[in-house]
């Protein structure tokens, strides 16, 4: 079997892993970025991820618009050009044809590319990690032929890596440790023009980064305690090896109880180092500085532990494990059969894991960040459309039954309104749906939001109209009596009246509501004006006869 061919038939085991992330529509970050490109919002032009964040979704939008599809199709096909780079590497590490293939394969299949597939904004991680990979390439090829040109152009393609994503500025270690006993070129000399731009960048970006809105302020502080960090480590350790946990960042938070797994996986690397040592070529440990370097400055943030943070170290070891695998392999052939059932059911549980994190709910609502955002916006905007509103027509949204927290509680899906989430202030319905309003998320409906037209976010994952002014008030009403607030009930029932309008529902309420809450005589006197006002209504006979009942 050919080598392109044995390429292309890697890559297709990893789309067809991945392809569900194509159906995704635009989540969290991806709408603030599509404000930005349309002009509706300032962009915060510096260089920190100047490439990724700014330029980038400029092109998009002039080419794609607010089509989601092309996004995902982007971030889809970088994933599979990263997978070809890392079996390219692979060769040039020193892996023979069948460990690169199992390097790409590894990278290919992997649900850590869950998130880097489903989130447009993930572009960031892609984009960073391909131009990564495309840098260590041209550095080793130059380094190969002795071409200067080659060496810069590795260069210029790592600081386009750090431009998308800082976490790469570490690339110059992992050239050194490629360095490490070669032959070939022993010369420090070909370091140099990749660590002269890095130094460099490194240089203007402390020069010029604005600490007090990058990375989101307080949300990204770091914990540089000893404690914290091998936590953290061990979390993220322990996720390269628990493909089969669905959501594994449900909580997005270091966990301590990972440090027996990730002990484990250390010593493992550590024998596999050991073993190696005297064994060149030694992808192993080029692999393996390559997951450290790539991981190192994630690992102090301090309420930000995410699977896709380990997309751009997953790379080195698939390496380190395609090394281990093919010196299996040369030792002990008869394993070879063994290792080809055992990949093919390694990519069959990646498989599982993409789409059992796709279904993952808690309550009614998808587990997983972007999945659930997406949904909810792709179907808060379709019911929106379908309702055929007039321009300039104000949206408000309550929900009683779901108040706002006092305290933080974004990664709970529980206790905070996934769908006010969703909208990000109303920035959704500015890039989306411009021709509307957005007046906002409460859990009642203030008296200055009346003439809104008013929607009710359930808890179920859809929204019901309530309309507008005394329609809106009686049936938020009513929904206040099903989820037992019934003073709530009985203040918007008596708003509904004061407003004039002659409607027999807010009455019908107030019937219930005074009798509930003890005022019996008032629930009568309310009972007679209907049966007066509205005789004809449906609900008047039974009003009549608990009238009787009661004069008994």
Not at 63 to 77: C, M
Not at 430 to 454: C, I, K
Request: aromatic share 10%.
């Amino acid at each position: 079997m050919s080598w392109p061919f044995a390429l292309a038939i890697v890559l297709a085991a990893g789309a067809l892993v991945h392809w569900p992330s194509l159906r995704t529509f635009f989540a969290q970050d991806d709408v603030t970025f599509l404000a930005r490109a349309m002009g509706l919002a300032a962009t915060p032009w510096s260089l920190p991820r100047l490439l990724s964040t700014g330029l980038t979704w400029r092109a998009a939008y002039a080419l794609f618009g607010l089509n989601p599809l092309p996004y995902h199709i982007l971030n889809f096909v970088l994933h599979l050009t990263s997978a070809a780079l890392i079996a390219a590497i692979g060769r040039r590490l020193g892996l023979r044809r069948g460990g690169s293939l199992v390097a790409a394969l590894l990278f290919a299949a992997t649900p850590i590319a869950f998130t880097p597939t489903h989130w447009a904004s993930c572009i960031q991680e892609v984009l960073a990690t391909v131009l990564a990979l495309t840098a260590f390439w041209l550095w080793l090829a130059g380094r190969e032929r002795g071409s200067t040109l080659l060496l810069w152009a590795g260069a210029l393609a790592g600081v386009a890596a750090a431009m998308s994503k800082e976490s790469t500025v570490l690339l110059p270690l992992v050239l050194v440790a490629a360095n490490v006993g070669n032959t070939r070129a022993p010369s420090w000399k070909v370091i140099a023009p990749q660590a002269a731009l890095i130094v460099a960048f490194v240089v203007t970006f402390t020069a010029t980064v604005r600490s007090g809105n990058y990375l989101g302020g307080e949300a990204y502080s770091r914990d540089f305690s000893p404690g914290f960090l091998i936590a953290n480590f061990a979390t993220y350790l322990r996720w390269c090896v628990s493909p089969h946990v669905p959501v594994p960042d449900l909580h997005a938070v270091a966990n301590a109880a990972a440090l027996p797994v990730g002990a484990i996986v250390v010593l493992v690397l550590t024998t596999l180092l050991w073993t190696t040592r005297k064994a060149p070529p030694h992808p192993e440990a080029v692999g393996v500085v390559w997951f450290l370097a790539m991981l190192a400055p994630v690992l102090p943030l301090a309420h930000h532990t995410y699977l896709y943070y380990l997309y751009l170290p997953w790379a080195g070891l698939c390496w380190a494990c395609a090394g281990a695998v093919e010196r299996l392999a040369l030792r002990w052939p008869a394993l070879r059969a063994a290792i080809v059932v055992l990949l093919v059911l390694l990519v069959a549980l990646d498989s599982w894991s993409v789409r059992a994190r796709e279904k993952e709910n808690v309550g009614p609502f998808a587990a997983d960040k972007v999945v659930r955002e997406s949904q909810l916006l792709k179907q808060c905007l379709s019911q929106l459309r379908s309702l055929n509103l007039a321009p300039g027509t104000p949206i408000a949204f309550v929900n009683p039954s779901n108040p706002r927290p006092d305290h933080d509680a974004t990664d709970s899906v529980v206790s905070y309104r996934p769908l006010e989430a969703a909208l990000r202030d109303g920035e959704a319905l500015r890039v989306f749906m411009p021709e509307l309003r957005y007046v906002g998320f409460a859990s009642s409906l203030p008296r200055e939001w009346e003439d809104a037209r008013v929607l009710l976010f359930n808890n179920r994952a859809y929204l019901v109209d309530f309309g507008t002014g005394s329609h809106a008030l009686t049936n938020l009403g009513t929904f206040c009596i099903e989820v037992r607030d019934l003073a709530g009930a009985d203040s918007l029932f008596r708003r509904s009246r004061a407003r004039g309008d002659t409607l027999p529902d807010a009455t019908y309420g107030l019937v219930y509501t005074s009798d509930a809450l003890g005022r019996h005589t008032e629930a009568d006197r309310y009972a007679r004006e209907f049966l007066q006002r509205w005789p004809d209504d449906r609900r008047a006979a039974y009003l009549d006869s608990l009238l009787r009942g009661s004069s008994k």
